[in-house]
């Protein structure tokens, strides 16, 4: 469904992102794990066009990507961002949301359209017509979710989206993905700094650190701990917590 | 976010103030109505707010309310002081100040609010379209702005009119030239700010075009800053206005514009001091509006508050 | 760990005057603290960050606070003139906040930032108090603290923001530190890493600590002894080490819908609020 060969980006004179080669099968979940600046982000603002400057091969449906996007990609590929108080437009109301996309891409129906993306999300019709302010973090992320498939795309990009949420909210959050991807044989590629919350969506795992990925995984390898990049391993032991001895074992990626 | 108009009901209220408004006109109704609520808190503002209605009205009902034709001259009766007959006196042609500066009014709504209604979105599309670009656009523009900026305002409109000729719609044209740029400079300030955001990013991942970006996404998050700004500049471009009058460049007699009114009185300020004071004070009284009315709608406008 | 307690508070209650009506952030929270690490835990909206202000009497103007008892050694918190309070914030209680972006001031150089915090409190020359603040420095482990020193807070990152933090609150030598969210901002191995360095400073220093996260596991594998918090109440006390066998349904809920690292991709078990739980 997606196949990204030799990857390579550029933020002015920083490379970013260096030789990525990601390979997700449809309906697959593909897993980004690395820290701030290791270029996770990076790899999905690239497919989604929102990066000028890069090289390499991107494939989706196995179809190269140009330099441009057109309309007809963002109905296939959507993305759901991290900051669920910085991705909706502040002065536009969740009807208005919604409805912009099914106009732009000239759907129609456009009214019964936005009722059944926020029923899919889980959100009953009153807060159509609230703005986002008057929603709680959660309920802000589940419109951004609708947004992303009201216009029914195959492939969801998912760069961090329960990283700002109470851990509860975020459990309801992850299986509310999980079950779009059973549902409607979604393809994902997600992006977290938390190893457990990729262990626990994606079957394909790639740890990446300074723009390069230094190590792939299955989701039963990482469950093991079977980790052999020692930046790997270095990552797995501090999702287990605070623990004076190891902290003295960490040695600087930087 | 313009127009306020509520009458406070009960019944009216709670659907006004409702976590989950049944329709876009319910929840754009309770927007306004949060922020008129914020409003009416500042009593300087609401001083400004009635200031700026009552101009208004003077403006709508003149003929009603002015006692005498504003044009009338009456030799016998120049330059007398203000008493029961004319209660702000009489000019050098023994015409009615009270009358005049009631018909006066409505020179300066005409000038402040087709100033507003040209300058503001000239100056909105040129920042917006200028930051949301950048590269050789922004240059472009920004230059532009910058040379029109570099000028002080009252040189530049008193420029404008010697070449274009006295008169006050040379005037409101100086005037409006001189005043966008500054709104150029917030729109632009203000998209920059947006640009990068999520919901910006969002939008342009639905297939929103770089028009409806501008429009429907950009401009809705400049608009409160400029209109703001706008209210508080058009107690500068009242003055102004009166600087073209007084100096003979604006309004051309026998109009009754207030800045040629204090041109007029000039002349007796020493002696008959209500020829030019009356006028004066109407300027400094609505200028004082404006002010106090752009403060209070920073206040509640603030992109910060209202979220 | 001695039982000698230093902060005693009783029922303390935090509201909110708010347009629409009076919130209540802390509803009659109680505990003693001694020279110990105790962890205040809760989601957004449970009150645990308007608990740690409170202590030092950093609520916002329009909340109001009351309690039985707030007191710091003999030190009644609860009413302290705005004088008495600068002798005791900063120099016997501190606080270091999430974001040190917003912490720091941006204009001022970092060794200028942490000698005014030294000699707010000490009355010292400015050699003795640079001495002093590069000392601090490198206790932090900041490896070129001579550099640092003279830098201003944009050119460090974030986790080095966090360790200039800490040196700053920690300089005065406070009894007690409040931590809110310190590392929440940093990347996973620099979260455990300034935690180290908070954890080695106030066991050296003998210093008690109030650790406030909302990373229930993080916290318990850090203090001794944790508080949950749930609409302002504090539903269960327990030790940090015994958190398995937490007792209260929103605890067990908390830890639950964790994703775990087992390779287990079925639904995660969902918390079930209760009314009954906000009623203490």
Redesign the interface.
């Known amino acids: 469904m997606i196949e990204i060969n030799k990857l390579n980006a550029w933020f002015d004179d920083n490379h970013v992102l260096k030789d990525v080669d990601i390979k997700v099968p449809k309906n697959g979940s593909f897993g980004l794990v690395g820290?701030?600046g290791s270029g996770k982000s990076t790899v999905l603002r690239t497919i989604t066009g929102l990066v000028d400057d890069w090289e390499g091969e991107i494939l989706v449906n196995n179809k190269e990507l140009g330099p441009t996007r057109d309309k007809t990609f963002y109905r296939l590929v959507q993305m759901v961002f991290q900051d669920p108080f910085g991705s909706l437009h502040p002065r536009h109301t969740i009807d208005r949301i919604l409805t912009e996309p099914v106009n732009i891409h000239g759907l129609g129906n456009s009214d019964a359209r936005v009722v059944q993306a926020l029923e899919q999300v889980g959100l009953d019709n009153s807060f159509r017509f609230r703005y986002p302010h008057q929603l709680s973090?959660g309920q802000r992320q589940r419109v951004a979710i609708a947004r992303a498939l009201i216009l029914e795309p195959k492939i969801l990009l998912l760069d961090e989206p329960t990283s700002a949420l109470?851990?509860?909210?975020?459990?309801?959050v992850?299986?509310l993905l999980?079950?779009f991807r059973r549902e409607l044989g979604l393809t994902y590629i997600m992006v977290s700094?938390?190893?457990?919350?990729v262990?626990?969506?994606c079957d394909d795992i790639a740890i990446m650190n300074h723009g390069r990925i230094v190590e792939r995984a299955t989701?039963?390898q990482?469950?093991?701990?079977r980790l052999e990049h020692p930046y790997s391993q270095?990552?797995y032991k501090?999702?287990g917590?605070?623990?004076?001895a190891?902290?003295?074992s960490?040695v600087d990626w930087d | 976010m313009t127009t306020q108009t509520n009458t406070s009901q009960t019944g009216l209220k709670q659907w006004l103030t409702s976590d989950a408004p049944q329709s876009r006109w319910q929840a754009k109704c309770g927007r306004v109505w949060l922020g008129w609520?914020k409003f009416t808190e500042n009593k300087l503002a609401m001083i400004g707010l009635s200031i700026v209605i009552g101009l208004i009205l003077v403006t709508i009902f003149a003929p009603l309310l002015a006692p005498y034709d504003p044009l009338a001259a009456d030799l016998t009766n120049r330059i007398q002081p203000p008493g029961a007959e004319h209660w702000f006196g009489t000019d050098q042609l023994g015409r009615d100040i009270l009358s005049r500066v009631i018909f006066g009014a409505q020179y300066t709504l005409l000038i402040v609010g087709l100033v507003a209604i040209t300058a503001a979105p000239v100056g909105l599309l040129v920042g917006t379209a200028a930051g949301f670009f950048g590269g050789w656009i922004d240059a472009t523009l920004m230059r532009i702005t910058d040379v029109f900026l570099a000028f002080p305002k009252l040189i530049l409109a008193l420029a404008f009119v010697a070449a274009l000729g006295p008169g006050i719609e040379n005037a409101i044209l100086a005037i409006a030239i001189t005043a966008w740029p500054p709104y150029a400079r917030i729109a632009r300030a203000e998209t920059i700010t947006v640009r990068k955001s999520d919901f910006i990013e969002a939008a342009r991942l639905q297939g929103t075009s770089n028009m409806g970006l501008i429009t429907g996404h950009i401009m809705p998050m400049c608009i409160s800053s400029l209109v703001v700004r706008v209210t508080l500049d058009m107690a500068g471009m009242i003055l102004i206005a009166a600087g073209l009058g007084f100096l003979g460049l604006g309004a051309q007699p026998p109009m009754p514009e207030w800045g040629a009114m204090v041109s007029d009185g000039r002349q007796f300020l020493l002696e008959q001091w209500w020829v030019a004071t009356v006028p004066g004070i109407a300027i400094l009284i609505v200028s004082l509006g404006f002010n106090l009315l752009g403060d209070g709608l920073r206040d509640v406008l603030d992109p910060r508050g209202g979220d | 760990m001695s039982n000698e307690t230093l902060l005693s508070v009783k029922n303390l209650e935090v509201t909110f005057n708010t347009?629409k009506g009076d919130v209540h952030a802390v509803r009659g929270v109680s505990f003693n603290l001694g020279r110990e690490r105790l962890g205040i835990v809760g989601?957004?909206g449970s009150g645990k960050s308007q608990t740690g202000r409170a202590i030092l009497g950093l609520t916002a103007a329009n909340g109001k606070i009351t309690a039985d008892q707030m007191t710091f050694h003999d030190v009644d918190l609860a009413n302290l003139t705005p004088k008495q309070w600068r002798k005791v914030r900063g120099a016997r209680i501190s606080m270091i906040m999430q974001d040190p972006k917003y912490s720091l001031n941006p204009v001022m150089t970092i060794g200028d930032q942490i000698i005014e915090a030294y000699r707010e409190h000490h009355k010292v020359n400015a050699k003795e108090a640079r001495h002093r603040a590069i000392d601090m420095l490198d206790a932090v482990k900041i490896r070129d603290p001579e550099r640092v020193f003279n830098s201003y807070p944009h050119e460090v990152s974030?986790g080095m923001g966090q360790r200039v933090m800490i040196a700053m609150m920690l300089i005065p030598d406070p009894e007690l530190i409040i931590a809110d969210e310190p590392t929440s901002a940093l990347?996973?191995?620099?979260?455990?890493?300034v935690?180290?360095i908070l954890?080695d400073l106030v066991r050296d220093r003998g210093m008690a600590l109030i650790f406030i996260s909302?990373d229930?596991?993080?916290v318990?594998?850090?203090c001794d002894r944790v508080l949950v918090m749930y609409q302002g109440h504090v539903v269960e006390e327990i030790k940090a080490s015994a958190l398995h066998e937490a007792k209260h349904p929103y605890t067990k809920?908390?830890l639950n819908?964790?994703?775990?690292?087992?390779?287990?991709?079925s639904?995660?078990?969902?918390?079930e609020r209760e009314a009954s739980w906000a009623e203490g």
């Open positions: 820290e701030s973090g109470d851990v509860s909210i975020q459990a309801e992850l299986n999980s079950r700094h938390d190893l457990a919350v262990a626990h969506m989701a039963s990482l469950a093991d701990g270095q990552l501090a999702a917590g605070y623990d004076r190891v902290v003295d960490f | 609520l | 347009p989601e957004s974030g990347d996973v191995t620099v979260q455990l890493q935690m180290a954890d909302h229930l596991q993080l318990s594998s850090f809920g908390l819908c964790l994703p775990k690292m087992d390779g287990d991709h639904d995660l078990p969902i918390l």
